[in-house]
């Protein structure tokens, strides 16, 4: 596992090898895992995304009834073209919707990084394949480019993990939906033809955007706001990727932005740490959802 | 940390650590107990009890014990399997006290290898920690082959344990010992880079002094 953006980039300068290949050859030195294996797996890990999303029930309803039916509504809404975002970022919302509800609806997902944050690289990944397909792209080399993509979005998820967190427990929201928004920036930059360096930007932007973000589930549930927080990584995942693909830096290097994250979050009370005690939890609402589920 | 555990794993949600780490605890167990369990006493601590429904905790841990792996979409129907597998479940809450980890249970298992008591946690991201079995410490995660050997505090037991190891080849990657009192009962707990043989196990169960001999394999668990 790397643990620095700036490592990585080193090393790829050095060897000229591409973003995603360093990345492999890395987990598999490691792990003593084969190229080929290693390569397998991920392609398995897309395709269980991909099922995450095809396998959506609309009538389907969460434990606490909280969650359920709302990818639907940003489906007919997209139909009759009347979504204020446009039909392509329609896409984008209704899988985030669509894969978180199945998470909190006990339906089969993939967690990268988390099961919490598990809507927001499908999110991006499946829409973009989407994109790219319905422009005439070639789809034996698209499917081979977004296992490629996935090994980006992991190799910047273990560089966090290293530098900070992927639990909520321990850094907050912004260490699950800031770092799965922050992973897909990078993969949607790969996948759209962008230099690492930019992957790397994109990345940092992305986080950058969601810091200070808190986890505050009501009743302890990965349900409110977590589903619907899915979609703001997604979205902000994209605009930051366009940003970078745009030429648009961040100012602060990304090894940077992701130990501030690691600081904000030890600075977070306990009570905004996935202990579902403080933040929207902490509403008189969130706590009559709390009641209502300790009754039970 | 692996590149699969940040894009992965596959599970069946809401919760990393209430449901997918909940089944990981239930399929341990059940290899821990190493026949048909015929009933499951389930007593679920602090964060577990408290939202542990919501997430589908309580499902989890019985779908780990029926043997179903964290990706079964059988998993909502636990319950209902358990009833045609002639599994009786039944719930409650326990305090294991205050340096218990939040996400903790405590299972009391019985069937054809009569009781055993087994208290685990869930740590985070599905990874877990078995604490305790029947009282005895033992914290090893389940993700290495690991042996227990429970036997009486007297010398040489763990040069026996040891020495078979190194005539089998097979490197120790943790080790643990505890005992009850001097000259007590004593257990160790070893996690091993490789499995250890069968023909190995049931050697050393059949030593002077040795009382009982468990084998957890991962094996199962890496499919």
């Known amino acids: 596992m790397y643990t620095s953006f700036a490592d990585l980039l080193e090393e790829q300068k050095e060897k000229n090898l591409p973003l995603w290949k360093l990345i492999q050859l890395e987990d598999c030195r490691e792990e003593a895992l084969t190229e080929e294996a290693s390569w397998q797996r991920m392609a398995d890990m897309y395709e269980a995304m991909k099922e995450s999303d095809r396998a959506y029930d609309s009538a389907l309803r969460s434990e606490s009834g909280l969650v359920g039916g709302e990818a639907a509504k940003i489906r007919k809404q997209r139909e009759k073209g009347a979504l204020l975002s446009g039909d392509f970022f329609g896409h984008v919302m209704e899988r985030a919707l669509r894969v978180a509800e199945n998470n909190a609806c006990m339906k089969r997902i993939v967690a990268a990084p988390t099961a919490g944050s598990c809507g927001v690289l499908p999110a991006v990944l499946i829409s973009l394949e989407e994109k790219y397909l319905a422009e005439g792209g070639d789809p034996a080399d698209l499917s081979k480019r977004m296992v490629e993509a996935l090994y980006v979005a992991g190799g910047i998820g273990g560089i966090i993990a290293e530098r900070a967190s992927l639990a909520g427990a321990e850094c907050g929201c912004q260490a699950e939906i800031g770092s799965a928004s922050s992973m897909a920036a990078g993969a949607a930059v790969t996948l759209a033809g962008g230099s690492p360096d930019k992957a790397v930007h994109a990345a940092a932007l992305a986080m950058k955007s969601l810091l200070g973000l808190v986890c505050d589930p009501v009743a302890g549930l990965v349900e409110v706001p977590c589903v619907k927080r899915n979609v703001i990584g997604a979205v902000n995942a994209l605009t930051a990727a366009d940003m970078a693909l745009s030429g648009i830096r961040s100012k602060i290097p990304a090894d940077q932005v992701m130990d501030a994250m690691r600081s904000v979050g030890r600075a977070m009370n306990e009570d905004l740490r996935e202990t579902g005690l403080g933040g929207l939890a902490a509403t008189e609402t969130g706590k009559a959802v709390r009641k209502k589920m300790s009754r039970r | ?223």
């Open chain 2, 1 to 223: 940390m692996n590149i699969f555990d940040i894009v992965g794993p596959v599970m069946v949600g809401p919760s990393s650590s209430h449901t997918a780490g909940a089944v990981r605890i239930g399929r341990v167990s059940r290899r821990l107990y190493h026949a048909t369990i015929e009933k499951a006493e389930i007593l679920l601590h602090g964060s577990f009890a408290s939202s542990g429904r919501g997430h589908g905790t309580d499902k989890a841990l019985v779908a780990g014990l029926l043997g179903l792996s964290v990706d079964d979409a059988r998993i909502p129907d636990a319950m209902t399997i358990a009833k045609e597998q002639g599994l009786s479940v039944s719930f409650g809450t326990i305090d294991l006290g205050e340096d218990a980890h939040p996400n903790s249970v405590c299972l009391r298992l019985s069937g054809e290898a009569g009781p055993m008591e087994i208290i685990a946690s869930s740590i985070g991201g599905g990874r877990i920690m078995i604490n305790a079995i029947d009282g005895l410490s033992a914290n090893f995660s389940g993700d290495s082959p690991t042996l227990i050997v429970h036997n009486l505090d007297q010398p040489g037991h763990v040069a026996e344990v040891t020495s078979m190891l190194q005539h089998k080849a097979i490197n120790i990657a943790t080790m643990q010992l505890y005992r009850n009192g001097r000259g007590g009962h004593a257990v160790m707990v070893i996690e091993c880079d490789q499995e250890v043989p069968e023909e190995s196990l049931s050697w050393l169960s059949h030593l002077e002094g040795v009382e009982k001999v468990t084998y957890y394999s991962p094996a199962e668990e890496r499919d």
